[in-house]
């Protein structure tokens, strides 16, 4: 079945560097999601992609979806300590059912 | 506005011994509901999704089962725990725009 993959599992930079976790797929992904996880919290969702080559920003935020549908990546600028936390990318894998296909997920921390 | 209610938010139970988690959701009509399990450290894993009263997919064969009574109520369960089963358990539903939204989450501690 269809697996999405996320690198790096793990990031550690000091606080103000870019943070960039990558998504990618071999198959053509429908619709990326991209989540965030606060240490011992839940999935927030942050943003939704669905055009090919589109890139959405929130803040110091940047989403990017591939030209050709098979990869994505989130970008943090200037990391800040309220950055720490595990971001999941996930495609949509029906449109029916609206199940998701998780990444593994990257997990930020953020020295000060 | 939608809510989401997850209960207990922690739980310690002895090996063998039966499970009832409960979600239930407000402020929406007939949502896609899903279970999802998190071992620490790890990504998550859809074990159940429902797309309406009744109806259950699994997507993992093991030790738990889920039931959806009413339309926004989504129970997940077991007979009989197993160590295996200790994880962190979340609810989530899904929009018409497909977005899903997680509760609180039951952390599981089996013993």
């Known amino acids: 079945g269809q697996q999405v993959m996320q690198i790096p599992q793990y990031q550690h930079v000091q606080e103000g560097e870019d943070f960039t976790t990558y998504c990618n797929s071999s198959?053509?992904?429908?619709?990326i999601q991209w989540y965030k996880q606060r240490p011992g919290g839940h999935p927030v969702f942050l943003i939704q992609?669905?055009?090919?080559?589109e890139v959405k920003k929130q803040k110091r935020l940047t989403f990017q979806f591939g030209e050709a549908k098979k990869n994505s990546s989130l970008h943090i600028t200037a990391t800040q300590t309220t950055d720490v936390g595990t971001y999941f990318c996930?495609?949509?894998?029906?449109?029916?059912?609206?199940?998701?296909?998780f990444g593994q997920g990257t997990t930020l921390q953020v020295k000060p | 506005s939608q809510t989401i209610h997850q209960w207990p938010a922690t739980l310690v139970q002895p090996v063998g011994s039966p499970l009832s988690l409960e979600c239930t959701v407000e402020?929406?009509?007939?949502?896609?509901l899903y279970w999802y399990r998190q071992a620490a450290g790890r990504g998550l894993q859809l074990l159940f999704y429902?797309?309406?009263?009744?109806?259950i997919s699994s997507e993992v064969p093991q030790n738990l089962s889920a039931s959806r009574p009413q339309d926004r109520q989504f129970i997940l369960s077991s007979k009989k725990l197993l160590l295996s089963d200790s994880g962190f358990y979340l609810c989530?539903?899904?929009?018409?725009?497909?977005?899903?939204?997680f509760g609180p989450g039951t952390r599981l501690t089996v013993t």
């Open positions: 989530a539903w899904s929009a018409l725009t497909y977005e899903q939204y």
């Open positions: 198959t053509t992904l429908s619709n």
């Open positions: 992609l669905v055009k090919s080559g």
């Open positions: 996930a495609d949509l894998g029906s449109s029916n059912t609206g199940k998701l296909i």
């Open positions: 402020g929406t009509s007939n949502p896609n």
């Open positions: 429902s797309v309406g009263i009744g109806q």
